[in-house]
């Protein structure tokens, strides 16, 4: 273990463990990196601890599902997402609607992050798979 953490291993855990551990674990880490700094996504600065979009001059608050929705696009950058894995993520289990839901908090926050450009999007929709953010 000691030479995981001297090899720059953020955190460590031994065989067997329970699942409701490693979740736990990935919960904090994933909570942890979003209390970092604000980041940039195409011309956008967003900072999601304080759940605002800014461009320019110009700033926008988003809203609980969008600061999720992005938060897990931010997390697994560069993968496909479905909405299954969406509507699980920033809905839970309880969830009635339909995943319909998700493609309007996508288009949302397409429109507050500027990515208007379709052939270029930063949030890009895979047909019958779901949608995947690019950062540079």
């Known amino acids: 273990m000691l030479k995981a953490f001297q090899l720059g291993a953020s955190d460590y855990i031994t065989k067997p463990f ?5 979740e736990a674990r990935i919960r904090r880490w994933i909570q942890k990196k979003n209390t970092e700094a ?13 759940a605002r979009v800014t461009i320019g001059e110009s700033k926008t608050d988003l809203t609980q599902k969008e600061v ?17 894995q ?12 339909t995943s319909r839901t998700v493609d309007n908090v996508i288009l949302s926050l397409r429109k507050k992050l500027g990515d208007t450009n379709d052939r270029q999007a930063l949030i890009q929709s895979h ?8 950062l540079p």
């Open 127 to 134: 047909r019958g798979l779901g949608y995947c953010l690019n």
């Open 86 to 97: 969406f509507l699980d993520y920033a809905w839970g289990d309880d969830f009635e609607g």
């Open 38 to 50: 604000a980041i940039q996504i195409g011309s956008a600065i967003v900072d999601l601890a304080g």
């Open 18 to 22: 329970s699942l409701k551990v490693l």
């Open 68 to 84: 999720l929705v992005l938060r897990y696009l931010i997390v697994n950058s560069g993968q496909i997402l479905s909405r299954e």
